[in-house]
């Protein structure tokens, strides 16, 4: 079941981005735990899809007009900021970043 361990982290995640203090976000992540686990015992596969469906329609509607970006990660504030110079005979086409 990696998509609904997938769908639970990314439901931890949107969370995060409205609750970035963890004392604040903690309740709303052990909510969102009961809330799968409530549906743990569902085996009929037409149910799960409807529950699937439901929960990321759900994620789509909370979803965050600007998710928190870590400073080093891309588009973050601190991404590629110092970025070392080139080396004598370097080709700059050549650069990753």
Same mark, same amino acid.
């Given at each position: 079941?990696?998509?609904?361990?997938?769908?639970?982290?990314?439901?931890?995640?949107?969370?995060?981005?409205?609750?970035?203090?963890?004392v604040l976000?903690?309740?709303?992540?052990? /909510?969102?735990?009961?809330? %799968? /686990?409530a549906n743990?015992?569902?085996?009929?596969?037409?149910?799960?899809?409807?529950?699937?469906?439901?929960? /990321?329609? /759900?994620?789509e509607e909370?979803? @965050?007009?600007?998710?928190?970006?870590?400073?080093?990660?891309?588009?973050?504030?601190?991404?590629?900021?110092?970025?070392?110079?080139?080396? %004598?005979?370097?080709?700059?086409?050549?650069? @990753?970043?």
């Amino acid at each position: 079941m990696s998509e609904i361990s997938a769908l639970y982290r990314r439901s931890l995640k949107t969370a995060l981005n409205w609750y970035v203090d963890r004392v604040l976000w903690r309740p709303v992540a052990l /909510e969102i735990r009961a809330r %799968f /686990e409530a549906n743990r015992n569902v085996t009929s596969t037409q149910e799960l899809r409807k529950i699937i469906l439901a929960a /990321e329609k /759900e994620l789509e509607e909370n979803s @965050h007009p600007d998710p928190y970006k870590y400073p080093t990660a891309p588009g973050g504030t601190k991404w590629e900021r110092n970025i070392p110079p080139l080396l %004598f005979g370097e080709n700059p086409e050549g650069r @990753h970043h």
